[in-house]
């Protein structure tokens, strides 16, 4: 039993219920877990205020060092926010100026988006073109170390603070991947992360690629660009595989593009400010064009609301991998002039009413990522050309004699420049994925054509 003067317990109960009123609001915000708890009574409450302010106050004067009382209560925070839900913290003043940083979307790191699943630091995905991608760290890696400090019981933001810095330096991720016998170790130097949210590409004239790789502001703007640009677009492909998502207006403005009536997407959660729904509008909306969606692992939060809403409506087919299970809202609160609280207020749901947090959405078809293989035809000639090619390469013969190997390797070798504006046959086989949206996009697209 803890044993304290009365007048010391009082001093501090009144600080501690101080402080409570302050945060009265953020604490009616708490997330609510799947397990629903019968709110604490009045007394229960004091009892927990009093119980704090004790501990607090036999570490100040045991502890065997001495202990700034500052330091303490934000330890207290940070400990508190981390067991809520990987999401929410609580930021000091240095965290709170990086996440400012942050938000500007120019900053040196990895180019890597992390998450904890099941306890453990996830990358939900790499974006293209960044260090972390071009180091070949994949969906699904988990990061067992960063360079010496070990990553178990580290929050998600720490493990952020750490991987940032300034660019050209490097840090060494040792990873646990499927598949690999033993912890793997990649160093990678940090940059200047600025990134290109999209990608539009087609695919035998007829199909329009579109890859969205996160969803900053430009989204909606690009993806309407990409469509003006190719009008003659008979199918779209839209590729949300590696997108840990970003923005949620451009998420709802994506889905809009595609679907003119209903909701998209609607929060939830305890306060009644945070229960909001996104409705589609008819403005603009190209409700024919057939679509095939492409999602993973590494497909989270925005692009997880994008691929469930165009599945809910009947919009696209989804294909690939099931995805991350990110349906959560945090929101940054100030706590005085450079403090914050990140906070989950609510979650996302999709128009049916299912949930993505933790459960994610499952593809129509599940394709795995891989590689197709195949062996030509050794049939090349059609039966009808048959006699007459026969003649023709025996004309040859007779006229110029047998043609050298070398004239025909040279001529075979003769490699023609791709364009990175197409997809080609190539390239297709070489993701099964994409091969198989092509397919099924291509049997929407003669579907359609039936209905006409």
């Not at 915000?29 to 009574?41: E, I, L, Q």
């Not at 598949?179 to 990608?199: A, C, F, H």
Request: charged letters at 25%; hydrophobic letters at 40%; a neutral charge.
């Amino acid at each position: 039993m803890i044993k304290k003067s009365k007048k010391v317990i009082v001093a501090g109960l009144v600080t501690t219920l101080t402080v409570a009123y302050m945060f009265g609001s953020f604490a009616q915000a708490k997330d609510t877990a799947v397990t629903k708890h019968t709110p604490s009574t009045a007394k229960e409450k004091l009892e927990a205020y009093i119980k704090f302010t004790q501990i607090l106050n036999v570490i100040e004067s045991q502890y065997v060092d001495d202990i700034n009382t500052t330091d303490l209560v934000d330890k207290a925070l940070k400990g508190l926010m981390a067991n809520l839900d990987s999401h929410s913290s609580f930021m000091d003043s240095k965290e709170y100026k990086d996440l400012t940083v942050q938000t500007k979307g120019e900053f040196g790191g990895l180019g890597i988006s992390i998450g904890m699943k099941d306890g453990a630091l996830t990358v939900i995905a790499p974006i293209d073109g960044t260090p972390a991608f071009k180091a070949g760290i994949k969906s699904g890696d988990i990061i067992l170390k960063i360079n010496d400090a070990a990553t178990i019981g580290m929050s998600i933001d720490d493990s952020v603070k750490l991987m940032r810095g300034k660019p050209k330096t490097s840090l060494v991720l040792t990873i646990i991947r499927k598949g690999e016998p033993k912890p793997l170790e990649v160093k990678i130097t940090r940059d200047i992360i600025n990134i290109q949210s999209v990608y539009a590409k087609t695919i035998e004239d007829k199909i329009l690629y579109i890859h969205v790789a996160s969803f900053d502001r430009k989204v909606v703007e690009g993806v309407q660009k990409a469509m003006k640009e190719h009008n003659a677009t008979e199918g779209l492909i839209l590729d949300l595989r590696n997108n840990p998502g970003g923005l949620l207006d451009q998420a709802v403005g994506l889905v809009d593009l595609f679907v003119d009536e209903g909701t998209i997407v609607s929060q939830k959660g305890k306060q009644p400010a945070e229960n909001m729904n996104y409705d589609a509008t008819k403005k603009n909306t190209d409700n024919e064009t057939p679509i095939v969606v492409l999602v993973n692992g590494g497909s989270a939060s925005a692009s997880e609301i994008v691929s469930g809403a165009l599945q809910d409506f009947n919009r696209s087919i989804v294909i690939g991998e099931k995805t991350f299970g990110k349906g959560s809202v945090q929101v940054v609160m100030p706590v005085g002039e450079d403090e914050a609280l990140k906070l989950t207020v609510a979650r996302y749901y999709l128009p049916s009413g299912r949930t993505i947090q933790a459960v994610g959405v499952t593809p129509d078809i599940i394709v795995h990522l891989g590689k197709i293989d195949f062996t030509e035809d050794p049939i090349l000639l059609k039966e009808s050309d048959l006699k007459k090619h026969l003649e023709s390469e025996l004309a040859k013969i007779d006229v110029n004699g047998t043609t050298s190997a070398k004239t025909n390797t040279n001529t075979e070798n003769n490699e023609t420049a791709v364009d990175d504006n197409i997809i080609t046959e190539d390239q297709l086989y070489k993701d099964v994925q994409l091969k198989s949206a092509v397919d099924i996009l291509k049997a929407l697209i003669i579907t359609q054509k039936g209905k006409k």
